[in-house]
């Protein structure tokens, strides 16, 4: 309320962004036939006989649900699902956009874990993928994995998995330029929810230990007690070798990597400067980040944020329309983390080793090379898998 309507931006809105399109004429009697009834009826019957021909004469093949609560929605916070549906249209716009595929808003009226498993596991015969959007941790934690384990269809958590994706690709050519190991980096997290324990699970995968995450209560270390949860515990007993305690600022000292997904301003420039030399700065927190570019110290030999107007912006469609439609393409049962990784070299690639530059880390989320890529990357390692049903 007190909202000036007059911005652009409620005019852009105006009956909604989204819509349906039929793929088959309908301007005859024949057509109608053929349609819906009679003819429907044959297909309806095939697909009774054998599910699996659901795939071949339906749309479900290219459609996936965009599932929400609105209880994280963007940095605004829990808006509701009346609140969240521009946003959930505005990912559909994106993935029809960028990778043709039919996405559909499914804004829930409900909390509770259970309630929205049962929902989505309702609706799943008509989709191909699921896209948990805007949920807020720690319960995103478990309806992504419970999903992820009772559906045959892939389940992909963006706010987790798209910014893990999409950072580690920016992380792969960034340690490039720096000349230093993935595996020998040491890692400093800010900000322990959907984004940053997904992160780290990619990390950890890829073969880096020397992971510290730091919250609102500080460093998370085994044992703490202060402000912890299924996650954070379970974070605390696979990261922070070293056992670092206090804040953020104790936990850049000599630190190789900042990655944040926290919130704005909340890191100084003098504590950036202890980091190592050659230090890599990610500060995605939206719409300000953890930093400015402009504040970091001249020990940073990349930064990255999540916004538009500066170089390297991490942004999560660089990663889910490719994703998609690897997925889908193969009609794929489930998403993992060799898919992830493959899509992040898959991103990071399209950028020559000869381009790489400290503004050139990241693709732009323009780049129309991306999508081909990361879907053969996703295709390629689902039938390698055996994950794929065609």
């Known amino acids: 309320m007190g909202t000036d309507r007059s ?31 009679p003819g429907v009826g044959l297909v309806s019957e095939e697909i009774a006989a054998d599910p699996s021909a659901v795939w071949e004469y339906t749309g479900r093949g290219n459609a996936v649900a965009v599932v929400t609560d609105g209880s994280a929605v963007l940095g605004l916070g829990d808006l509701g699902p009346e609140g969240a549906m521009p946003v959930m249209e505005g990912k559909a716009v994106l993935f029809k956009h960028f990778a043709g595929i039919d996405a559909y808003p499914i804004c829930l009226d409900a909390r509770e874990p259970d309630d929205i498993i049962s ?41 987790q998995h798209g910014t893990a994706i999409v950072s580690q690709a920016a992380l ?14 040491s890692v400093t997290i800010m900000g322990i929810g959907a984004a940053g324990v997904a ?21 998370i270390y085994k044992g703490r007690k202060q402000n912890m949860n299924g996650q954070k ?55 300000v980040p953890e930093i400015m570019p402009e504040e970091v110290p001249a020990n940073v030999a990349v930064m990255a944020t999540g916004r538009s107007d500066y170089p390297n912006q991490i942004n999560n469609v660089l990663a889910f329309p490719g994703v998609f439609r690897g997925l889908l393409d193969v009609r794929a049962r489930r998403v993992d983390n060799d898919m992830k990784v493959a899509a992040a070299r898959a991103i990071a690639a399209t950028i020559p080793e000869a381009d790489l530059a400290p503004e050139l880390v990241i693709p732009s989320v323009f780049d129309r090379a991306v999508v081909p890529v990361v879907a053969e990357a996703v295709r390629s390692v689902a039938r390698q898998k055996g994950l794929a049903r065609i």
Not at 29 to 37: E, I, N, Q, V
Not at 201 to 217: C, N, Q, T
Not at 263 to 286: H, Q, T
Request: aromatic letters at 8%.
């Open 7 to 37: 911005h652009p931006a409620f005019e852009f809105h105006v009956g909604g962004k989204i819509g349906t399109e039929i793929t088959r004429p309908v301007e005859t009697r024949a057509d109608l036939s053929l349609a819906y009834t």
């Open 119 to 159: 929902v989505v596991k309702a609706l799943a015969p008509t989709f191909g993928g699921i896209n948990l959007e805007d949920i807020s941790a720690p319960r995103c934690f478990e309806i992504e994995g419970r999903l992820a384990e009772e559906l045959d269809i892939p389940v992909f958590h963006d706010d």
């Open 172 to 185: 792969f050519n960034a340690a490039k330029l720096v000349g230093k190991r993935l595996e020998d980096l």
């Open 199 to 219: 992160i780290a699970k990619l990390l950890m995968h890829l073969g880096v230990h020397d992971i510290v995450g730091v919250d609102r209560s500080g460093s």
């Open 233 to 287: 515990r379970w974070f605390a007993n696979r990261t922070n070798p070293q056992g670092i305690a206090g804040g953020i600022d104790d936990a850049l000292v000599d630190r190789d990597v900042f990655i944040g997904v926290s919130g704005p301003g909340l890191v100084k420039p003098e504590w950036i400067e202890n980091m190592s030399s050659d230090a890599i700065v990610f500060a995605m927190a939206n719409p």
